[in-house]
């Protein structure tokens, strides 16, 4: 035999020397659950070891986020029901949930890259990502809505935001909208290809934010297409979007690789809610072992291409990479 590859796999000193992927603490972002309040850290049923903070004890949770390494922040609401109309009102606030979290953010550690969500569910009386009219999501309204939420969040001192509605033209008015505001260092993560998941329950009792009536298939993409997303990123890129973002991530790896081949953006991968979720009962049940599912989950969105992993994972992942010198 003159050929035998498991010569790269003899030792662990050499399998680490011809390793082709690693993950490194600056790729992952975490994604944070605010909720009105005082003194509440409380559980996701669905997404075990995960909670919603009122902002006094985000105020701890940044602080080990920032000690652990961790360099973004992504951050979602919850949203009280009284507050909730179908034009998302309360969105624009300027001392509204969102932005007032923000500001704790930045007064912790201002040097946490902070990025928000833009979309409407949260505030929708209907738990949908845009104004409805006729029982139908109506677009370009609701831009006009999105775009003046992005503004506020940037306001309040957020570095970035990223829109997961997936309405047509709502990077361009975005950037637009900035650009008119005099925001030129203002980021947009796109979610480019976004898909119609089923994998964003946990995520929705998380929010609150389950749809009032249907689904989201009509703005959110078919989980059977690649051209498509290929197609929103193109337009994301062109609009002025400065990352792109797919979502799910592990079901869409081939989406991934599409986009960083195709575009000279940064991609990132959203492990969402329920990949969460999948890890989790298994782990608890005893089927599976979590940190190694953990970590091989991200080198799998690594190798994909992904360069930026949002992942509730995060802080594990960051003491995985201590503990075991990945
Ligand atoms: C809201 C939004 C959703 C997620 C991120 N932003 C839910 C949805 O589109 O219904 C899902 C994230 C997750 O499941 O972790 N537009």
């Known amino acids: 035999m003159i050929v035998r590859p498991r010569i790269l796999r003899a030792s662990g000193a050499v399998r680490e020397l011809v390793q082709e992927t690693r993950i490194h603490v600056s790729d992952f972002m975490v994604p944070l659950f605010i909720v009105e309040g005082t003194g509440i ?3 996701i049923a669905s997404m075990p070891g995960y909670y919603r903070y009122s902002l006094d004890l985000l105020v701890d949770e940044i602080r080990e986020i920032s000690d652990l390494g961790l360099k973004s922040v992504l951050l979602f609401v919850k949203v009280e029901d009284a507050l909730k109309d179908n034009a998302g009102t309360e969105a624009l606030n300027p001392n509204g949930l969102m932005q007032r979290a923000i500001r ?3 007064d912790v550690n201002p040097e946490l890259l902070v990025l928000t969500d833009v979309a409407l569910d949260p505030y929708s009386s209907y ?8 029982g139908q999501i109506i677009n370009d309204p609701t831009v006009e ?6 503004v506020s969040h940037i306001k309040a001192g957020a570095d970035w935001v990223a ?3 997936m309405m047509d033209g709502r990077i361009g008015a975005i950037r637009l909208a900035f650009e008119e505001a005099g925001y030129t260092n203002a980021g ?5 290809a976004k898909y119609a998941s089923c994998f964003y329950g ?7 934010s389950a749809p009032g009536f249907g689904d989201k298939k009509t703005y959110q993409m078919n989980p059977a297409n690649i051209r498509e997303g290929l197609k929103e990123a193109i337009l994301d890129m062109e609009e002025g979007a400065d990352m792109l973002m797919v979502k799910p991530a592990i079901s ?8 960083k081949e195709e575009l000279l953006l940064p991609v990132s991968a959203y492990h969402v809610s329920g990949e969460y979720a999948m890890i989790k009962a298994a782990a608890e049940r005893g089927w599976l072992n979590e940190e190694q599912a953990v970590i091989e989950s991200m080198l799998g969105l690594k190798r994909a291409g992904a360069d930026i992993i949002a992942t509730y994972f995060a802080k594990d992942v960051a003491r995985l990479i201590e503990k075991y010198k990945l």
């Open 41 to 43: 850290k409380e559980p």
């Open 104 to 106: 704790t953010v930045k």
């Open 127 to 134: 738990g949908h990502d845009g104004i409805v009219e006729n």
């Open 145 to 150: 809505v999105l775009a003046q939420m992005a």
């Open 163 to 165: 829109p997961s509605d």
């Open 188 to 192: 947009i993560m796109a979610y480019s």
């Open 202 to 208: 946990p995520f929705r009792d998380a929010l609150d």
């Open 252 to 259: 869409y790896l081939d989406v991934i690789k599409t986009l």
